[in-house]
């Protein structure tokens, strides 16, 4: 495979992954909970080709050698773009999770008041997972920006 090939299988990856967490983000918002499921597994498969495409570019960045200046600046702002549109993904969906999580919460408590049961409100707190856990996400990603 030659340079420009490896560049923009990792562009094309990158650029389908950033569509499909901007429409993740649109269902979020829009309160479209039971169109999320294909979306995710689409952003699933596509993250794992980003992820395969960028080590492949992280592994031979002698790639780059290959484009010029204001093609590397392009990879550069189509970069930031696609970490921009992955911290909102992030936030849309911690939001929604912590939305859902505030409701049961008042489920729980006004059952509970309901039944006359008292004493400390449920705590239904759990481990941090998924996108929360990622909290300096993209530890290994950030080295290749400094590279573009």
């Known amino acids: 495979m030659n340079s420009r090939d490896v560049v923009q299988l990792f562009v094309e990856s990158m650029t389908q992954l950033m569509a499909v967490m901007r429409h993740e983000i649109e269902l979020v918002k829009a309160r479209e909970f039971g169109r999320l499921e294909d979306v995710q597994r ?3 498969q596509l ?3 980003y992820e395969e495409h960028q080590t492949r570019l992280r592994k031979n960045l002698s790639v780059l050698d290959a484009l010029s200046a204001e093609e590397r600046g392009d990879l550069r702002k189509l970069y930031a773009a696609f970490r ?13 999770h912590d939305a859902a999580d505030r409701m049961v919460k008042m ?10 049961v008292t004493g400390p409100a ?4 759990k481990p941090v997972r998924g ?5 300096t996400a993209g530890a290994g990603a950030a080295g290749l920006n400094r590279t573009l």
């Open 84 to 96: 921009e549109t992955l911290s909102e993904n992030m936030l849309a969906l911690k939001s929604a």
């Open 122 to 125: 449920v705590n239904t707190s």
């Open 42 to 44: 689409r952003k699933a």
């Open 107 to 116: 489920v729980i408590n006004g059952v509970k008041k309901a039944r006359g």
């Open 131 to 135: 996108y929360a856990a990622y909290g």
């Open 47 to 49: 993250a794992k080709t």
